[in-house]
Nanobody, 121 residues
Framework: QVQLVESGGGLVQPGGSLRLSCAASGRLFRINVMSWFRQAPGKERELVASIGSNGWKNYVDSVKGRFTISRDNAKNAVYLQMNSLKSEDTAVYYC???????????????WGQGTQVTVSS
């Protein structure tokens, strides 16, 4: 019904930058909150940043001032600009969206497949 395709991960040196993208397709009536999560080896998945349909944003403390979340409602896409990357940012990053598929439908949650971000010299 709804597919999320992520891109933009890779290997970067400490202090470098990457931009993650996530585009939703399929049966969509409205996309509410869009978020990025990450999961490092041996750790639980954590919320990194969220953005609402009206543009409100929040971030986990460890990325404030370095990461910026944004969205393009016309493209059903969410982005994560990551600057000043550190080794501790190494993880698989997942996008998650809260989607309403019809005018009378309830909100469902969808996840992307994940994209690896490795910060290493």
């Amino acid at each position: 019904q709804v597919q999320l395709v992520e891109s933009g991960g890779g290997l970067v040196q400490p202090g470098g930058s990457l931009r993650l993208s996530c585009a939703a397709s399929g049966r969509l009536f409205r996309i509410n909150v869009m978020s990025w999560f990450r999961q490092a080896p041996g750790k639980e998945r954590e919320l990194v940043a969220s953005i609402g349909s009206n543009g409100w944003k929040n971030y986990v403390d460890s990325v404030k001032g370095r990461f910026t979340i944004s969205r393009d409602n016309a493209k059903n896409a969410v982005y994560l600009q990551m600057n000043s990357l550190k080794s501790e940012d190494t993880a698989v990053y997942y996008c998650r969206t809260r989607v309403v598929v019809s005018s009378t439908g309830s909100e469902d949650i969808y996840w992307g497949q994940g994209t690896q971000v490795t910060v290493s010299s």
